[in-house]
């Protein structure tokens, strides 16, 4: 089955720097791959995906890439704020029907005022 | 995005009573609805998966009689634990995907403590 690794676990960053969170995928017939951001007591909350036909998106601060070759898809925080703070998971996943996505374990983001 | 409810957000229950945890996706039909469970600073533990009309498929090691999962309708979903151990307490967290897309929507999750 899929196996999916995020790095790093813990992220300490100042405001206004970027930060940058890592998975790898080992099935290379996974094709969409979300992230989610959950915040304290609450579920988490999709924030940006990409489908394996595009190498990256972008969405205002938040923007993620794609290697097919390598199987590793990263997300890029851009000029983050404390408000970034959060637990961010990434998923690897075939897509359609009810194919089940695999979850990283998961990156805390702290972003110090 | 789609909107997903959780009710309740909250519950503390006694030892041995069962719970009830709703799930609703308030604009879109949920063709697949999955239950999470997490324990505090770890990942998702998927507990189970439900496909329209038929029953749902529980993962190794999820006792199904313990949690009852329910997908009455493309709108909701249940999740009952049963007889409940404080081993049980734990953030529940649906997840629900559209008819005909990827992409699948959390809800925001129940906190169950069990004295």
């Known amino acids: 089955g899929e196996n999916v690794e995020q790095h790093p676990s813990t992220l300490s960053v100042q405001e206004g720097d970027s930060a940058v969170i890592k998975c790898t995928y080992s099935?290379?017939?996974?094709?969409?791959f979300p992230w989610y951001k959950q915040e304290l007591g609450k579920g988490p909350q999709l924030i940006i995906d990409?489908?394996?036909?595009?190498g990256e998106k972008k969405d205002q601060r938040i923007a993620v890439t794609l290697n097919k070759t390598a199987k590793h898809f990263s997300l890029h925080i851009t000029e983050t704020q404390p408000e970034d703070s959060a637990v961010y998971f990434c998923?690897?996943?075939?897509?359609?029907?009810?194919?089940?996505?695999?979850f990283g374990r998961g990156t805390s983001l702290i972003v110090h005022p | 995005g789609a909107v997903v409810s959780q009710h309740p957000s909250r519950v503390i229950c006694k030892s041995g009573t069962s719970v009830k945890i709703e799930c609703r996706s308030l604009?879109?039909?949920?063709?697949?609805m999955f239950w999470y469970r997490q324990f505090p600073k770890q990942s998702l533990m998927l507990m189970a998966t439900?496909?329209?009309?038929?029953?749902?498929?529980?993962e190794q090691g999820v006792e199904k009689d313990k949690f009852l999962i329910n997908h009455a309708s493309l709108t909701l979903s249940t999740l009952t634990v049963t007889s409940a151990h404080p081993e049980d307490s734990s953030f529940y967290i649906c997840?629900?995907?559209?008819?005909?897309?990827?992409?699948?929507?959390f809800g925001p999750g129940t906190r169950l403590t069990v004295l």
């Open positions: 439900s496909n329209e009309g038929s029953k749902a498929t529980y």
């Open positions: 997840n629900l995907k559209p008819r005909g897309t990827d992409t699948q929507y």
């Open positions: 998923a690897a996943s075939k897509g359609g029907g009810s194919y089940i996505p695999t």
């Open positions: 099935d290379s017939a996974s094709n969409y």
């Open positions: 604009d879109f039909q949920a063709t697949t």
């Open positions: 990409i489908r394996s036909n595009v």
